[in-house]
């Protein structure tokens, strides 16, 4: 008996500390679901999801990348990352990767929520006036503001493992994840911090969100990359 116990708490011990470990790589759920599956995680499984995915980038990066000193240019990526990270995860986010300065969120996909489209509104909310508090905190130390993008699509989405035997990665396939990318990109056209599609916004309300401030409309806008022109609205000028 006392050996059983004796095995059962170092288990214990070792799946808590790989837990731990593996939620500096991955969201606290997807590790979970490593740490805590019985089979081995095998590629090619996916499970279908509503869900809305956001994007976010640092405007101007790669101009910014060429003049900066490697460890400034590391810790700048810190200190957006520690700012953005948290409240993407408050919000109930998952951080699907990071790509250089972009982070692919997605929310409702690693857990099903019916409340997706309202917790990705209120993260980004949340973001801007984050990314205002981090611009204040720059200027008072003498540097310069950090332009920060974002957008937001919903939809239809497949989560699940990819890759081979010897490299995985979980991750999120669909139109939604498309859409949101193009929608980002097109932040710039519109000259707006803040994009969602009008579906994706109308969604949010149905689910009990209540803007923060004042979004805009923007009927039949074209987007590059889609067929057709799209209304969308404009979460942050």
């Known amino acids: ?3 059983r116990a004796r ?16 939620s500096r790589f991955f969201s606290p ?13 095998m590629p090619g499984e996916g499970e279908a999801r509503e869900a809305a995915i956001l994007n976010v980038d640092i405007r101007g990066f790669t101009a910014l990348a060429a003049t900066m000193d490697p460890s400034a240019l590391i810790k700048l990526l810190h200190d957006y990352e520690s700012r953005m990270v948290p409240v993407i995860q408050k919000h109930g986010g998952n951080i699907d990767k990071f790509l250089g300065d972009g982070i692919l969120a997605t929310f409702g996909a690693v857990l099903p929520s019916d409340r997706y ?4 509104l209120n993260a980004v909310d949340e973001l801007v006036a984050v990314a205002d508090n981090w611009n204040d905190e720059r200027r008072a130390a003498g540097l310069d503001p950090i332009k920060i993008g974002m957008a937001v699509a919903s939809g239809r989405v497949v989560f699940g493992a990819v890759g081979d035997d010897t490299r995985l990665e979980y991750t999120v396939i ?3 994840v498309n859409l949101a990318a193009k929608l980002e990109k097109h932040t710039k056209a519109e000259k707006v911090r803040a994009l969602v599609d009008a579906e ?9 969100y209540q803007p923060a401030g004042t979004p805009e409309p923007r009927a039949a806008r074209p987007v590059e990359g889609t067929d057709m022109p799209m209304d969308l609205v404009v979460m942050s000028a």
């Open 200 to 208: 994706t916004y109308q969604k949010a309300l149905a689910q009990g």
């Open 1 to 3: 008996a006392l050996r």
């Open 7 to 22: 095995l059962l708490l170092e288990r214990s011990v070792v799946e808590a500390t790989a837990h731990q470990d593996l």
């Open 29 to 41: 759920e997807i590790a979970s679901k490593i740490t805590g599956s019985t089979d081995r995680v």
């Open 174 to 176: 669909g139109d939604a």
């Open 117 to 120: 489209a309202a917790d990705v």
